[in-house]
Nanobody, 123 residues
Framework: QVQVVESGGGLVQAGGSLRLSCTAS????????MAWFRQAPGKEREGVAC????????YYLDSVKGRFTISRDNAKNTLYLQMNSLKPEDTAMYYC????????????????WGQGTQVTVSS
């Protein structure tokens, strides 16, 4: 059984910071490509960031470049998303996802998902 669990969401003011964490079990974490997606009410799920198993290849959604940082600690089977300079438009449910292929912005290509953690940014 594969289990993916996110944590770290919350309510912050614009300009603030949050760090999301994702722990995964039941898969070969250090050989998995890991990603963060988000979905706001009434909008499609979009890829936020993705990182290869080695941590060398990293991709970001254009709107979060320079503000968000994705990282992983393979020894702890944990994925992180450091979010700085948060904006109201970052408000969404954030999901952790995993696959054994390359990074992708298409949620349909990821086979394993967490339950999501809510991030709300007030003005």
């Amino acid at each position: 059984q594969v289990q993916v669990v996110e944590s770290g969401g919350g309510l912050v003011q614009a300009g603030g910071s949050l760090r999301l964490s994702c722990t995964a079990s039941g898969l070969t974490f250090d050989r998995s490509y890991m990603a963060w997606f988000r979905q706001a009410p009434g909008k499609e799920r979009e890829g936020v960031a993705c990182i290869s198993w080695s941590g060398i290849s990293i991709y970001y959604l254009d709107s979060v470049k320079g503000r968000f940082t994705i990282s992983r600690d393979n020894a702890k089977n944990t994925l992180y998303l450091q979010m700085n300079s948060l904006k109201p438009e970052d408000t969404a449910m954030y999901y952790c996802a995993a696959r054994d292929g390359s990074c992708s912005g298409s949620p349909g290509l990821f086979g394993y998902w967490g339950q999501g953690t809510q991030v709300t940014v007030s003005s």
